[in-house]
């Protein structure tokens, strides 16, 4: 590891090798495993940063290709760096916009040199490369940074997952080489689809340049859960030695949980706040559906076990009066409230395998919260 960054590992679960961890990073520690909240565009949508430090977040992400398109890197490297341009003191993560240049984009070309792509917003063409990504990241200034990858889909072919593969670790060494920043660390991403062979070779090539962490994406993109959770038991045995392991783009209870189990350290997930803008909230007895009609004369919190700022203050019948007279405001409390449930999860996950119990509070879990469909 660099000299800005280091990863303690305080204890191992017994029973199911689940691990608990310090991540010290330049803008503070981070308490292991976490949930990381999503502010795409340089904020959490519709949460103050006070609130999030208030629900407990440590770390919250941002969007290399978002914040690419508008307002430019190069603005906010002016800004002093995402942490000043928005208001947050604790550490970052950027993506490297690879997800999004494949997902979003109407029309892309992908070579060996890069992608070419249009923009979302105005039609503009441009190319994201290994080297104009790290760029990008570099201005952006976050803590944790991630390699240009590419994200190959579920049901591509075998031949297909190989040849994103293969690309995925070409541009890995063309990011370590035109990296510049000492205070950045850049996780190298495990690719190869859900073929195991693929799995464990991209593993094996990541692990070399792997100095701070290493990250795991191109899962829960469509697949059966139970087939993420056996790539991450597959790959389990594998991974460097005394690194941070993260998990992209995994947020749901049920999935932090089993991969917990499975000995992950980090995830993240925009689950909390766009269900939160649905109207839906995660509770200790389930989702409710705060919009629903039974809910227009109950008069008692959302969670009776959370301390959150809309459960200490507010009824789900208020809850559901601001969302059908389509209020901001409902979104807001229910965003505050489900990154809350998330991080209490976690900090009750922690204290678990302090405790070698990981699996009796798992099971608790399961029983209390239900269906997770």
């Known amino acids: 590891m660099s000299k800005y960054f280091s990863f303690e590992l305080q204890h191992i679960d017994k029973y199911t090798g689940a691990r608990a961890g310090v991540f010290h990073t330049p803008h503070g520690d981070i308490l292991t495993p976490v949930y990381m909240p999503v502010g795409t565009q340089a904020t ?58 494949f997902s979003l984009t109407k029309l892309n070309k992908i070579t060996d040199e890069g992608v070419q792509f249009s923009s979302h917003v105005d039609g503009s063409k441009h190319l994201f490369t290994p080297e104009k990504v790290m760029s990008i990241e570099e201005n952006l200034g976050a803590d944790i940074i991630m390699q240009f990858d590419q994200c190959s889909e579920y049901g591509y072919t075998h031949e297909q997952a190989r040849q994103a593969m293969e690309r995925t670790d070409s541009w890995l060494k063309r990011c370590v080489a035109a990296k510049t920043r000492d205070d950045q660390a850049l996780f190298p991403i495990i690719q190869g689809n859900f073929y195991d062979d ?103 919190p959302l969670d009776e076990s959370c301390n959150c700022y809309c459960c200490k203050n507010y009824t789900k019948a208020y809850v559901r009066h601001l ?51």
């Open 44 to 101: 959490v949508k519709g949460v103050y940063p006070r609130d999030l430090k208030e629900a407990g977040s440590s770390i919250i992400l941002s969007n290399t290709y978002h914040l690419y398109i508008r307002p430019g890197d190069e603005l906010v490297k002016k800004a002093g760096g995402l942490h000043k341009f928005m208001n947050w003191d604790g550490p970052i993560l950027t993506d490297s916009g690879g997800f999004q240049v």
């Open 198 to 300: 693929l799995r464990l070779e991209s593993l094996k090539r990541a692990k070399q340049f792997a100095t701070d962490g290493i990250a795991i994406g191109g899962l829960s993109v469509g697949e059966p859960k139970q087939r993420m959770y056996e790539i991450l038991e597959l790959m389990r045995p594998y991974y460097p030695e005394g690194l941070p392991r993260y998990l992209m783009g995994v947020g749901s209870p049920d999935c932090l949980i089993e991969g917990v189990k499975r000995g992950v350290d980090m995830f993240d997930c925009v689950l909390a706040t766009r269900i939160a803008r649905n109207g839906t909230a995660f509770t200790s007895n389930g989702k409710v559906v705060a919009r629903n009609g039974k809910y227009r004369e109950d008069f008692s």
């Open 323 to 373: 969302i059908n007279v389509n209020e901001m405001l409902s979104a807001m409390l229910l965003s505050v409230h489900n990154i809350t449930f998330l991080h209490k999860l976690m900090r009750n996950m922690r204290e678990a395998i302090f405790a070698d119990s990981l699996t009796d509070f798992a099971s608790e879990f399961y029983a209390q919260y239900g269906d997770f469909n």
